[in-house]
């Protein structure tokens, strides 16, 4: 727990930036989204050990596995609502 709580020390700071860079036009918005779904997740993730405590441990793996590919789905859901605006692209406007 101890490494996986630490991994998530290391890279938010840097999650905050790449959404800072990548929503320019309304970086105040992303920023702020970003940042509420890492606390509603760090928030619904003890009410979800809760939930499933008195569970055995296939029972949380499953729990915690469909949790994340739902994440998986929400990324390339909002992905495809991007209109084709991917960082080549970005980076090839910038060069231009």
């Known amino acids: 727990m101890l490494v996986f709580v630490t991994a998530i020390m290391v890279v938010a700071p840097g999650l905050t ?3 800072s860079e990548l ?5 105040g918005a992303g ?6 779904a890492l606390h509603v997740g760090a928030s619904a993730g003890q009410q979800l050990v809760a939930v499933i405590s008195g569970a055995d441990f296939t029972a949380v793996l499953v729990v915690l596995g469909a949790v994340q590919v739902a994440g998986a789905v929400l990324v390339a859901v909002a992905g495809g609502l991007g209109g084709g605006s991917g960082q080549a692209e970005r980076e090839g406007a910038q060069t231009q």
């Open 17 to 19: 930036r790449l959404v």
């Open 23 to 27: 929503s320019a036009p309304a970086r």
């Open 31 to 36: 920023v702020v989204l970003c940042t509420s």
